[in-house]
């Protein structure tokens, strides 16, 4: 019955792997969202997506790389990772934009070695 | 540009005693303010949220949060705290024309017995 699922919820790789986190909703919301909250804890959103579309693009290096195939499901691909890019990266859903409640998943710890 | 300040990164206060969490925001036109609370290793849970109406709202687990437009704030309160709250606070506004929240710094929040 989970609203807001991603998997894996723990990844620790290598430097210049790819990998991608999963993102599911289960609330028939329009809207997804990635957002990344840093070693101090401090969020800030990466992607938009309503309706399957690119909404916010925020200052985010090339290698990180959204997919959304349904409105049910957005995607996060990583190319070549960095040590930087360690992490906990939220998914999170409305139903359309600002005005309703977000509802965040669980969270992915990326861990990058 | 809009933001949010959480002046206070960690607070410690006694179980039964009240609390209040600071929040000022800084955005153009009327904000959409709300707060959410992260368990440690656990993902976004909304607490309450302003949009219009009543500055006086009332949110989930006895917590309440007040809109002051003239000081641009809307701080949380609880008039009594249970240990089962000690967990990092966000404030966050929602940007209506990009479609995305702008979080605070966070708050961590310590119980003693």
């Known amino acids: 019955d989970t609203a807001v699922s991603q998997t894996p919820k723990y990844l620790v790789t290598q430097m210049g792997n790819d990998k991608s986190i999963k993102c599911e909703q289960n609330?028939?919301?329009?809207?997804m969202y990635w957002y990344k909250q840093d070693s101090k804890k401090f969020l800030k959103i990466m992607f938009s997506?309503?309706?399957?579309?690119?909404?916010i693009n925020e200052t985010v290096p090339n290698r990180f790389s959204p997919k959304s195939p349904d409105k049910a499901h957005l995607n996060l691909h990583i190319n070549s990772l960095e040590l930087g890019d360690s992490a906990v990266y939220f998914c999170a859903s409305s139903q359309d934009r600002v005005q309703e409640t977000q509802y965040f998943g669980p969270g992915t710890r990326l861990l990058v070695l | 540009a809009q933001s949010v300040t959480q002046p206070d990164i960690h607070i410690t206060v006694s179980e039964g005693a009240s609390l209040e969490l600071r929040c000022n925001y800084s955005?153009?036109?009327?904000?959409?303010l709300f707060w959410y609370v992260q368990s440690p290793g656990q993902g976004l849970q909304l607490l309450l949220k302003?949009?219009?109406?009543?500055?006086l709202v009332q949110g989930i687990k006895g917590f309440e949060a007040e809109f002051k437009r003239s000081q641009s704030s809307f701080n949380l309160r609880k008039p009594s705290v249970h240990w089962s709250d000690a967990a990092e606070y966000f404030c966050a506004v929602g940007a209506i024309w990009q479609g995305n929240l702008i979080f605070g710094k966070g708050t961590k929040l310590s119980v003693k017995p």
């Open positions: 955005y153009g036109a009327t904000p959409y």
């Open positions: 302003y949009f219009s109406g009543d500055t």
């Open positions: 609330l028939g919301h329009d809207t």
């Open positions: 997506y309503n309706n399957k579309e690119l909404i």
